[in-house]
Every structure is written in C-alpha cells, then in structure tokens.
C-alpha cells in the first residue's frame, strides 16, 4: 500500500451492510499501519457497532490529498472506547482515482432527492465530477443521483456522487465527487473536456 499517502487525520468512510442494506460510517484516521489503519467511531453512530464485529468485509473510501483511495478489507477490532481496526493484504483491490482534466463548461446539472430533484448549472466538469451553483444550502457527505447535460441531443449522463466540499468564498458553489458512474459515461465526460481545451488553446493561439 501507498503509505506516503496515508496519514493521520485523513477522512475515510466505511462501507457496510446492514442486512441487504449499504451504508456508510464517516471515520479519521488514528493510526496507519503497513496492514491496518485504527479508525475513530463516532460515538453517535453507536448502533452500528454490532455490524462491524471481527472479520466483517467492508470496503474503505481514504481521502488522500492525491484523490479517493478504494480497499476492500475486513473489520480486525471491533469498534470499542471510540475506535476500531481495518485490516488488509496485497491480494485486496487497491483502486486510486486518477486526476482529470477539469474544464469550465456552463450545463444543466440535476440533483435527485425524494422531495424533489434540484436543477442548477454546472461550473466545470471532469471525469471525476462536477462543481455547480445552487442557491438551496447542501451539506457535505449527502449523497445523489445526479443527472448532467453534456450535449443537447444527446441523453443526459447519469450518475451518483457525493458531495466532497463547499466553497466557503462563494456560498453558493458545490464540489460533487462522482461515486458511482459508467466508465463509458465518464469517457464521454472527458472526451468533452478534451474538446473544451482544444477550442479553449485555439483561441488563445
């Protein structure tokens, strides 16, 4: 494993099933290993504590400063006086997200939620997700199923992701990390990018 890339205080969420169920347990690192990491649990999130019991198979989302590090791995310590341990081996998959080409590109960019959906405009896009505007206040760590217009006739690229920050100097502006997301559709966003910057050196030229 990357242990450059791993420190103390780094965000990781835990993925777990609670019978047929996926959720996800916000955890910081407390101490990397070569093997392991020892995770905080938050003491609010107490009655999740007997799905982690030794040998459960989760998979960990690392939130590196080089992208979103994917283990799968299994629970080595229960979750006990505030935290527990992860474990893992070389034969786990370790899946590090490449950085994209981020370009300014002015869309329409829908939220789905059961109260009903969110439609604001993009900022930029990349392959790996999208900052947008919207005037209705979202809180990081909610998570959507997105749908994004890349061209006017062609069908919308759908999506799920999290949403990863706020632009604190400008309130109204979101960061949305795609979580799940076909590798055809994510080409199509990075083709489109590829064009952006194309035109963009064209201009410029």
Do not use: W
């Not at 590798?183 to 990018?193: A, F, G, S, T």
């Amino acid at each position: 494993m990357a242990l450059n890339l791993i420190k103390r205080g780094l965000k990781v969420q835990v993925e777990f099933e609670v019978g047929s169920k996926k959720n996800i347990l916000d955890t910081y690192i407390l101490q990397p290993d070569s093997d392991r990491l020892i995770l905080s649990f938050p003491d609010s999130k107490r009655e999740y504590a007997p799905y982690l019991r030794e040998g459960t198979e989760i998979k960990a989302f690392i939130y590196t400063f080089t992208g979103i590090m994917i283990i799968d791995s299994i629970v080595y310590d229960s979750p006990f006086d505030g935290k527990f341990t992860i474990e893992f081996n070389e034969d786990h998959q370790i899946i590090q997200r490449r950085k994209y080409l981020r370009m300014p590109y002015i869309t329409d960019f829908f939220l789905q939620r059961p109260d009903g959906n969110i439609k604001t405009t993009s900022v930029d896009i990349c392959g790996g997700g999208v900052r947008f505007v919207t005037d209705i206040v979202l809180k990081a760590d909610e998570q959507y199923k997105v749908q994004l217009r890349l061209n006017n006739f062609e069908p919308m690229i759908k999506a799920s992701g999290i949403i990863l920050k706020k632009n604190f100097y400008k309130p109204n502006e979101y960061v949305l990390e795609f979580m799940e997301i076909d590798e055809k559709e994510r080409e199509k966003i990075i083709q489109k990018c590829i064009k952006l910057e194309q035109e963009q050196n064209k201009t410029t030229m």
